[in-house]
């Protein structure tokens, strides 16, 4: 790889930091999650590190190493996930998720295909990512598609206790969607109208209960409340 200022040779630690990567495969730089470790890069074949070993970044300290060598769906965008780092690969007939784990300035980085064990339910053509990092979820989808995907984990401290994949079907067509203050927002189409529908991850205090009065109208006693929201847990 070489890395270069584009406007000049000379150098100051007020100039902007113009810098490049090239490589044997096209180095276009399509995104960027920021880590402990450095700003990591992401082009549509390969992944680069941004570090410096100075306090201070500027033109003069910053460097950029080759990471790791992965395909990265460009139409979509890496997300943090606290400690790691996910990204979406579409080079083959199946999507595939991967996450980059370990990210540091010397040694490899571990990266894990975590959808290897749905690799054939996985749509090709995801285009559209939301995460909520707190309940440990992300949710995947294509426009147009009534599918969402999700991935639920739980880590404590630096290990992966629990982690699962589930699908939603819903009703008209995805069209964006967003996690924001513990809630699913997605833009749903029917019948050429938008709408915007709020699914709770958590239970709020408007969330939607469902009653089942065990065919006994008259005797409340015996009734069970179910919580409609994604996690049921208490």
């Known amino acids: 790889f070489n890395f270069w200022n584009k406007r000049s040779m000379t150098f100051s630690n007020t100039d902007p930091i113009d810098i490049s990567v090239g490589s044997k495969f096209p180095a276009t730089l399509y995104d960027a999650v920021a880590m402990n470790a450095g700003l990591v890069l992401f082009s549509k074949n390969q992944q680069f590190l941004v570090t410096t070993d100075s306090d201070i970044l500027n033109p003069t300290t910053a460097k950029i190493n080759a990471l790791c060598n992965y395909n990265f769906n460009y139409k979509t965008n890496p997300v943090n996930l606290g400690t790691t780092v996910g990204f979406l690969d579409n080079a083959g007939k199946y999507s595939r998720f991967f996450e980059i784990a370990r990210v540091t300035r010397d040694g490899d980085p571990d990266v894990v295909d ?121």
Not at 125 to 145: A, Q, T, V, Y
């Open 114 to 234: 975590q959808s290897k064990i749905v690799g054939k339910l996985f749509d090709k053509d995801l285009d559209h990512i939301s995460i909520s990092r707190e309940n440990g979820l992300i949710f995947f989808s294509e426009k147009n598609s009534s599918t969402l995907y999700g991935f639920r984990y739980f880590n404590a401290g630096n290990q992966r206790l629990q982690q699962s994949w589930f699908t939603w079907e819903i009703v008209g067509t995805i069209q964006h969607h967003a996690v924001l203050d513990d809630s699913l927002y997605i833009v749903v189409r029917n019948n050429s109208k938008d709408t915007l529908q709020k699914y709770s991850i958590k239970t709020h205090t408007d969330s939607f209960t469902i009653t089942d009065d065990q065919e006994t109208e008259d005797d409340a006693t015996d009734d069970v409340t179910y919580r409609i929201h994604l996690d049921s847990a208490s």
